[in-house]
């Protein structure tokens, strides 16, 4: 099977790449923390001094451990925003380090470094979600897997080092299975061998699968797989969907890199069974269809099931199951093919230094939306009573995408950039926290409200003690 060249040049574009994402991840740290999700999980985190696991996927305590030992050593709310902003791309460079510098596995380090730039655009901004978190470990397994798969033996280490990789996976997000599933299906073709093996091996992940889902399930999960029923509900109106307009205009300026990709692996395919008709054309023609039908599959999947839309960075995290799909085969398979290592090394290239623009180029609509927040803080300052609740209607949805997160956000910006905790908040809907509006000592936020006497006040500045009022 041929290597990769240049295994050292590509360890360089690599850790060059993630450095620049690093970087973008300090300068943007206040996009990316004062944001939603992230927001709220540092209040969790700050508030309660332990993790703020969510839906049983516990693969978040990585990244979580950051703000947590920030905290307790008793760092500036500014620095542990700023930290956690940037434990996930360390947690992407430390996996890239891994397996291309301590596994010895310059494909798999590839195909995840296409993972972090093919496709990458808002969710850099939105970075609490667990897919990319899970994907990591998936890819640790991989490199682990592939190298095994290489091997006459098994060593003792493996079953268990895959166990506990295998177990983080299953608790990260349940969309890893659709990855999961394409890489055992492709490497059950690339190693006709090893079969027994990797089907033991898919068994196994599968069973975790179940498992978890029988007796570790939640409501959010459910919710969240409820938009299935469009499968059968949608039929056979499936190409007249606006998700599915949506996807090809994202496709067209932001994913311009999957139908590239994807067709250069189509003709990898096509061209090396024309080749090898005698020996390996249902092999190569098989690897062809696994790779379209998963990408059209998948991205229709999704796709039904938010068939009107959705906020773009939402369903980008959805999508990113597509750079697995598109760029495992394109560094495992395509760039091989090509027998000068620089052109191997020049396209990778041009593809991290596109990511690293077009995430760049990004960042205006986040800064934007950020602004927004500050000059409302701006023009509420000099009021009398500054604990404010915002109808919806006087808020640009457009702008904020989504407001049930900006108690927490109002209060992370206030906090690191005033010296004082702001508490404001936008209502979803009419006179939704009418009932709170005399708390005159207690923070109101979308699950609660808290008490200032019960809030840490290295993190939680709150000291206006007037009731709320309504802007």
């Not at 991840?25 to 990316?32: A, D, I, N, P, T």
């Not at 000099?382 to 915002?390: D, E, F, G, R």
Request: net charge positive.
């Amino acid at each position: 099977m041929p290597r990769l060249a240049l295994s050292k040049q590509y360890l360089l574009l690599g850790y060059t790449t993630y450095f620049l994402l690093s970087v973008l991840s300090v300068l943007y740290y206040k996009e990316r923390t004062v944001f939603i999700d992230i927001a709220f999980h540092l209040f969790q985190i700050l508030k309660d001094g332990t993790f703020a696991i969510q839906n049983n996927r516990f693969v978040a305590f990585v990244t979580q451990l950051i703000p947590l030992t920030g905290s307790s050593l008793q760092l500036s709310l500014s620095n542990i925003a700023l930290l956690y902003s940037l434990s996930f791309t360390l947690l992407h460079f430390t996996t890239f380090a891994i397996i291309g510098q301590l596994l010895k596995n310059i494909k798999v380090a590839v195909a995840f470094l296409l993972f972090s730039v093919l496709m990458t655009t808002h969710t850099f901004f939105w970075i609490q979600s667990e897919l990319p978190q899970g994907v990591a470990f998936l890819f640790i397994f991989i490199a682990l897997f592939d190298n095994i798969l290489h091997k006459d033996k098994i060593p003792e280490y493996f079953i268990l080092a895959a166990t506990i990789l295998l177990v983080t996976i299953t608790f990260s997000h349940p969309l890893i299975l659709f990855a999961c599933l394409f890489l055992f299906v492709f490497y059950y073709l690339s190693f006709p061998g090893k079969r027994k093996f990797i089907v033991y091996s898919g068994i196994t992940y599968l069973t975790l699968y179940l498992l978890k889902s029988l007796f570790f399930k939640t409501a959010y999960d459910l919710q969240a797989m409820g938009g299935l029923k469009n499968i059968v509900s949608l039929f056979p109106n499936y190409f007249n969907l606006a998700s599915n307009k949506n996807f090809f205009k994202y496709l067209l300026y932001d994913y311009y890199f999957l139908p590239i990709c994807l067709l250069l692996n189509s003709a990898y395919y096509i061209i090396t069974n024309y080749k090898l008709q005698i020996t390996n054309y249902k092999l190569q023609i098989t690897k062809l269809i696994l790779g379209l039908v998963f990408f059209v599959g998948y991205a229709l999947l999704i796709n039904l099931s938010y068939s009107t839309g959705a906020d773009q960075f939402y369903l980008e995290n959805q999508y990113l199951i597509l750079s697995i799909i598109v760029g495992f085969p394109f560094a495992y398979d395509f760039l091989p093919s090509i027998k000068e290592g620089k052109t191997q090394i020049l396209i990778v290239g041009f593809i991290a230094l596109a990511g690293v623009i077009r995430i760049y180029n990004t960042h205006y609509m986040y800064t934007n939306r950020l602004n927004w927040y500050r000059k409302t803080l701006a023009e509420t300052s000099a009021l009398p009573q500054k604990k404010l609740v915002i109808p919806a209607d006087k808020a640009p949805k457009d702008l904020l995408l989504m407001t049930w997160g900006s108690s927490y956000e109002f209060w992370l910006l206030s906090t690191i950039e005033e010296g004082v905790s702001r508490s404001i908040i936008i209502e979803e809907t009419a006179n939704e926290f009418d009932w709170a509006m005399g708390n005159n000592k207690a923070f109101i936020a979308k699950w609660g409200t808290f008490d200032y006497d019960k809030l840490n006040p290295e993190y939680f500045k709150f000291y206006d003690e007037s009731p709320y009022v309504k802007k």
